[in-house]
């Protein structure tokens, strides 16, 4: 998945700790999103943002903040993780200007809260 | 309010034998629909999008899906499957202004000699 680069790949926590999960593009798109994808239960919004400087909540947003100061970079934090945040976290860009256009995704940041 | 329904979690066909991945949508709006695979601890790649142009939309790796909208469906399809075509299938609805992506459950397609 060339273009979207998540890092860690993988990351165990212990409950209370915090943590910073980093997506970087290099492809100079406005749109940037953050998934959690549970087993059975597909892909939730967390969070997005449509350009530098902004973030809006999506659909799961409870437990997580999200910073876009560059571009090309946006950053999922939690300050203060839980059991329940253990799950396979997605950043994905929107490819293109018009509101249809296909995401395209990181491969993913696999965390365990214990 | 939109949703997206997989008929089915699990799917399994022999190589070479013909693949059918169901999907239904509901949706106010007309959706623009969408059709991910995802492999083994990767992301999701698109294999097509349908956005009211034609009903029938062809994708990559020999995949095609059939917009239906008096049946609110988006079925995938294959000819003939592929071991490599093992993996997990998401069925996608998009409306509104482009942030309310709903993701189906999935369906994990098995591939057998």
């Known amino acids: 998945n060339a273009g979207v680069t998540q890092t860690p790949k993988f990351r165990v926590l212990k409950t209370g700790q915090s943590m910073t999960l980093l997506c970087a593009q290099d492809?100079?798109?406005?749109?940037m999103y953050w998934y959690r994808q549970d087993p059975g239960m597909g892909l939730r919004l967390i969070h997005y943002?449509?350009?530098?400087?902004?973030?809006a909540k999506g659909e799961v947003p409870d437990g997580y903040n999200v910073s876009r100061l560059k571009k090309q970079n946006f950053l999922l934090g939690l300050e203060s993780a839980a059991p329940s945040q253990t799950s396979v976290y997605f950043c994905?860009?929107?490819?293109?200007?018009?509101?249809?256009?296909?995401?395209?995704f990181g491969n993913g940041t696999r965390l365990t809260v214990t | 309010a939109q949703s997206v329904t997989q008929l089915d979690s699990h799917v399994s066909v022999s190589e070479g034998t013909p693949v059918l991945l169901r999907c239904n949508y509901s949706?106010?709006?007309?959706?623009?629909l969408f059709w991910y695979v995802q492999h083994p601890n990767k992301g999701l790649q698109l294999l097509l999008k349908?956005?009211?142009?034609?009903?029938l939309v062809k994708g990559i790796n020999g995949f095609e899906a059939e917009f239906k909208k008096s049946e609110t469906s988006f079925h995938l399809t294959k000819p003939s499957a592929h071991m490599s075509d093992a993996a997990e299938y998401f069925c996608?609805?998009?409306?509104?202004?482009?942030?309310?992506?709903?993701f189906g459950t999935g369906t994990q397609l098995k591939v057998e000699l």
């Open positions: 943002s449509v350009g530098e400087g902004t973030t």
């Open positions: 349908y956005t009211s142009a034609a009903t």
């Open positions: 492809m100079n798109h406005e749109y």
């Open positions: 994905a860009i929107r490819t293109g200007f018009i509101y249809n256009s296909p995401l395209h």
């Open positions: 996608v609805v998009l409306t509104g202004g482009g942030n309310k992506l709903t």
């Open positions: 949706s106010s709006y007309s959706p623009s």
